[in-house]
């Protein structure tokens, strides 16, 4: 209250907060002039000195005046406006339908996040946020012939802008760019199918038509062009790689969070992940959005509907076999980029994976379901003996003979059962007799290809690579990888129609892991000659790579390495032939060398396939020159 004079009665006199010496000393007022009114009256020298307290009372003396003006001043109107309009802004963009306001909305509405302060209290004091609540009358008042509360477009608002912020557009896909027609795009999509899937077994051909998924994501509609278009034309053709291209600002979107994490975004990362490099960084993006949407549930889900009696519910059945279909084949190549890449998997089956084999009763399984669900029982049997065979973190010494025999034979055992098992299933299961043959040789070349790498990866565990000083034990599993890698070759050129064929749909993983299985072969071979026709061996390589070189292998720089690895062992075989004297003799020890030391840096860098650092290095180096007739060691079998 101010009394008529409009002075407040109770108001204290502003104290001087400096006062100077003379004034001080004496204890008198000083009126703070310089000089002030007593020192110039007694003539004396009037001088300030400023002390800790006088610093102390000035400060707090301002925090009374800022208190103050606080106390005085109205509620903070533009703050509200703009906490107001963030909200619905950020429903509108969430797609939250704006409703009337409720009691209980009026009563628990708050802005932020949910650590944010619904109400505050009801006790009949005024709320924190009454400044917010006089600009929603206001607004609702201005607002005509409307129920709800809203903010008019116009209004012209005082808000502090960000300097930075996410870039968010709608995504269009390929034929709404006018990069591809739409006769293209149908073709690409059907080519797509005709093979690539095989690689990717995440679709149901009956729900993921051109279509549904042209409609339901664009992302997932212009990577399935862009790798169809691969296939047709060629990865160095014009217009994949304009496709391509296209494919990467939706990857970065996923990235920054920008789109909504669906299952077509799952699919989209996986074929990204299987046609680009660094395939493991997307696969494992790819698991983080699975995890989100909770997909492995969905595989115990379906399990429990398969074995109650009397289910009806199909198409609750149907969604759910998509989602663990899509869920499996995260899985599968999480850990093939993991363990073929030199990296730990994510994520681990705990239980084993035998208990997928329920999905095969589903009515919506197909064919594709065999090879996958095959796949993720191989895998989880790989990581089970990669963890065994692992050096543990903390401890130096590596397992010994033993050991390493135990978990060899063990896993060895394992692969022929899985083998057995999924060959028996296949046969009383598939009907068409182009499937089922295709199937039975996809699964004896993961077997082989799954025990080789293992016993490699064992000795290579092991620290040695030197063959001239290995153990019996450690030799005799050099020699079983050698038939590992012998058996891949022989099944491969077994049907090459079936299998080959399909190299013009298949990711650089397929075309890499052929041809270093060959170099590896060739390699053990050089190792072990005294089981080997080399000049059958090398034979049978020319007639992978003519087979090779009708699917457009010639581009592919793991066919070039092939070819370069067979002519390096042949220039290296005809120096065993050729008759040694004079300066020959140098030229067979260049030749051998340049082929042991063939280590394509594609098989070191890009992926972590083991074995071809193996050598024969003899105690006394004259032996080097005396065991070439015969190959590197001439080791017992």
């Known amino acids: 209250m101010e009394t008529a004079g409009g002075s407040e009665p109770n108001a204290k006199r502003r104290r001087v907060l400096k006062a100077c010496a ?67 802004q950020q429903q509108i963009q969430n797609g939250i339908s704006t409703s009337p306001p409720s009691p209980y909305n009026q009563a628990h509405s708050h802005f932020g996040n949910d650590g944010s302060p619904a109400s505050m209290g009801s006790t009949g004091q005024m709320p924190v946020m009454q400044g917010t609540q006089y600009i929603q009358n206001q607004l609702q008042s201005q607002t005509i012939g409307s129920e709800y509360t809203t903010i008019p477009s116009s209004l012209n608002l005082k808000r502090k802008r960000r300097d930075f912020e996410l870039n968010v557009e709608p995504t269009i896909d390929v034929v709404t760019q006018g990069l591809i027609s739409m006769a293209d795009a149908f073709l690409y999509f059907q080519t797509f199918f005709q093979g690539c899937d095989k690689y990717v077994p995440v679709f149901d051909p009956s729900y993921d038509t051109f279509e549904s998924v042209r409609q339901r ?29 296209a494919t990467k600002s939706p990857i970065c979107e996923v990235m920054l969070g920008t789109v909504p994490k669906t299952i077509e975004t799952i699919q989209a990362l996986l074929i990204n992940a299987c046609y680009s490099k660094k395939g493991w960084l997307l696969t494992s993006m790819a698991t983080r959005i699975a995890l989100d949407l909770d997909l492995p549930s969905a595989f115990n889900k379906l ?60 009515p919506s399984r197909n064919a594709l379901d065999f090879r996958l669900l095959a796949q993720v029982e191989l895998n989880a049997i790989r990581a089970l003996a990669q963890e065994r065979l692992s050096p543990k973190p903390g ?30 299933l296949v046969e009383s299961n598939i009907e068409k007799e182009e499937d089922k043959a295709t199937l039975e040789i996809n699964l004896k070349i993961q077997r082989d290809w799954s025990e080789m790498t293992m016993l490699c990866q064992g000795l290579q565990g092991m620290g040695i690579e030197n063959v001239a000083i290995m153990s019996d034990s450690q030799q005799n599993l050099i020699h079983q990888a050698k038939i590992s890698a012998q058996r891949h070759l022989s099944t491969i050129l077994s049907n090459p129609e079936l299998y080959i064929a399909t190299f013009q749909y298949g990711m650089d993983f397929v075309w890499a892991k052929c041809a270093f299985s060959v170099l590896l072969l060739l390699k053990l071979a050089r190792l072990l000659p005294s089981s080997t026709d080399m000049s059958t061996l090398i034979a049978d390589a020319k007639t992978l790579l003519s087979h ?45 060398m340049d082929f042991q030391s063939y280590v394509p840096k ?17 105690f006394d180096f004259q032996d080097l020159f005396i065991d070439f007739g015969n190959g590197f060691g001439g080791l017992p079998q």
């Open 22 to 88: 003379a004034c001080r000393t004496s204890k008198l007022r000083c009126d703070g002039g310089k000089p002030c009114m007593r020192c110039r009256k007694a003539n004396a020298w009037c001088d300030y000195v400023k002390t800790a307290d006088d610093a102390l009372v000035e400060k707090l003396a301002r925090l009374e005046e800022e208190l103050a003006a606080l106390r005085n001043s109205g509620p903070d109107t533009s703050t509200a406006v703009t906490l107001l309009q963030l909200q619905q």
């Open 395 to 424: 401890h130096g010494t590596s397992l010994s003979d033993e050991e390493m025999s135990d978990i060899v034979q063990e896993t060895r055992v394992d692969l022929s059962v899985w083998l057995s098992d999924w060959t028996n």
């Open 217 to 245: 994501s664009a992302m997932l509609f212009d990577v399935i062009c862009a790798v169809g278009c691969r296939a047709e034309h060629g990865p160095g053709s014009n217009q994949y790689q304009i496709l391509s291209n």
């Open 303 to 362: 399990s429990s509907l398969i074995l109650q009696a009397g289910t009806t519910d199909r198409e609750e059945e149907t969604r759910l076999m998509r989602e663990a279909r899509v869920w499996f084949g995260t899985f599968v190549l999480e850990h093939i980029l993991s363990l073929d890449c030199g990296k730990r998997p994510g994520i681990k089956a705990v239980d084993g994976m035998r208990r997928c084999r329920v999905l095969l009763g589903h």
């Open 548 to 592: 090779l070189s009708k699917v457009r292998g010639s581009s592919n720089i793991y066919f070039r390495i092939l070819r370069l690895s067979v002519e390096k062992c042949e220039k290296a075989l005809n120096g065993d032939i050729a008759p040694t004297g004079g300066g020959q003799s140098n030229e067979v020890v260049d030749a051998e």
């Open 602 to 618: 594609e098989f070191i860098l890009e992926w972590n396939f083991p074995g071809l650092t193996f050598c024969w290095i003899p």
